[in-house]
């Protein structure tokens, strides 16, 4: 019986689609390929989306709640004015991609990478950040709060208005230059 809002994707390759307006829960994106594709004013609650790749793919408006995301890789992809609440997002590879107004809540992103990454407006509340990589990206207007940044890399960056409240610093890594551009708190 397929559940009415369910889309299963799983090793499916998906190029130049729009998903709008779209409730997609339980939706499977396992070992898929989703390329030039948007995906916008769409909730994905309780979904699969491991070892994914995303390529060229613009998230906007999006609500991503309690999803599991291992091993994905997401390519020249944009999030814009996006939320990931409960979501389990670990040792992704993130690369070329921007991130406007986003919004991780109680998530985890352990172990994952940012490669020449743009992060503008955006916060991490209650995450577990350990060993995440941020390196040789733009940081402007990211805050993180209560979260646990334990062995994160920050080197090589452009940043500019960075706030750290009530963390787990230890053992993060920043160039000296970067220094006066990161308020702890």
Do not use: A, P, W
Not at 90 to 97: A, E, H, L, Q, S
């Amino acid at each position: 019986m397929i559940k009415k809002n369910f889309l299963d994707l799983n090793n499916r390759k998906v190029t130049n689609e729009t998903f709008k307006n779209k409730k997609l829960d339980e939706t499977l994106f396992k070992f898929s390929s989703i390329k030039e594709s948007k995906i916008e004013y769409c909730s994905l609650t309780l979904s699969d989306v491991g070892e994914s790749n995303f390529e060229k793919v613009c998230f906007f408006n999006c609500e991503i709640n309690k999803v599991k995301n291992f091993h994905g890789k997401f390519l020249e992809c944009e999030f814009n004015e996006c939320s990931f609440f409960e979501s389990d997002n670990r040792d992704n590879i993130f690369k070329n991609c921007k991130f406007n107004k986003l919004k991780f809540e109680n998530s985890t992103l352990r172990g994952s990478i940012f490669d020449n990454c743009q992060f503008l407006d955006s916060s991490f509340l209650n995450c577990d950040l350990k060993k995440v990589n941020f390196e040789n990206s733009i940081l402007e207007k990211l805050s993180f709060k209560k979260s646990d940044l334990f062995m994160s890399n920050f080197k090589n960056n452009d940043i500019e208005n960075l706030t750290v409240e009530n963390s787990n610093t230890f053992m993060i890594k920043f160039d000296e230059k970067s220094n006066k551009s990161i308020k702890f708190e």
